[in-house]
């Protein structure tokens, strides 16, 4: 074991779970630079069995919790709940990053990690702990870190589909939005778009933003919420 690498012991403790399999845990931590230079199998087969995993727990919480949602809804939440800079930040939270083992290269980056080695990490843990545990057990420690972030994941999500939503509602009913921008102030280095969205040459709604694209969810928010009152 790296000198540096703190014991696994140490990370049991603090989330509470036992050690009897500490191989498998040990080979979850193991980042394929390191395998490759010590010769130990790298943790990309519990990666993809843990993203497995984390897509059932994921579905059936999403399945269970947002009844309303169309399955195309779904699967575009789960996406952002399961995207490598989600996944990389639940390693930050569970403090799994401080254990990776990575090869001499690697180690050279230790500070500048891509997000993705750590998402790739978080997978890989859920994998060994969900062969240990099992899924109820890994599902009680993945839901605590999806719901902290949930109401972050639902405003962007809200926000980022506003549009799509808007298309899809008026489409139903045979008619098609249209953005128009109003007006655009400010300097370069700082400028301020306005956006209206008429429906059947009706305007719905109006939103500001430093992009159109901004001010087009904005405008499409307002819209929804004028069309669902109705």
């Known amino acids: 074991m790296d000198m540096n690498e703190p014991p696994l012991e140490q990370l049991a403790v603090q989330l509470n779970f036992s050690l009897e399999n500490r191989e498998l845990f040990k080979e979850a931590f193991t980042h394929s630079s390191y395998a490759h230079e ?10 993809f ?7 059932i727990i994921v579905c059936r ?6 009844p309303r949602y169309s399955e195309g809804e779904l699967a575009k939440l789960k996406a952002t ?3 490598a800079p989600m996944l990389a930040l639940f390693s930050e939270r569970l403090h ?8 001499a290269g690697e180690q050279k980056n230790r500070g500048n990690v891509k997000i993705n080695i750590w998402a790739d990490l ?5 994998g060994a702990y969900f062969l240990s545990f099992g899924l109820e057990k890994t599902t009680e420690l993945v839901l605590p870190l999806i719901e902290a972030e949930l109401p972050r994941i639902m405003e962007k999500f809200d926000e980022l589909n506003a549009k799509s939503h808007l298309q899809e509602l008026t489409q139903a009913k045979g008619l098609k939005p249209v953005y128009r921008t109003v007006s655009e102030t400010g300097p370069p280095h700082n400028r301020r778009f ?4 008429t429906v059947n040459d009706r305007v719905y709604g109006k939103g500001t933003g430093r992009s159109i694209k901004e001010a087009q969810n904005c405008a499409a ?3 929804l919420e004028e069309l669902k009152s109705k």
């Open 38 to 47: 010590h010769s130990v199998r790298s943790n990309e087969r519990l990666e």
């Open 49 to 55: 069995l843990g993203d497995s995993v984390l897509g």
């Open 61 to 66: 919480y999403l399945f269970e919790h947002y």
């Open 81 to 83: 709940i399961v995207s």
């Open 96 to 103: 799994l990053v401080d254990y990776l083992r990575l090869g």
């Open 122 to 126: 978080f997978e890989a843990f859920i």
């Open 194 to 197: 306005t956006v209206e969205v």
């Open 221 to 223: 928010r307002m819209a």
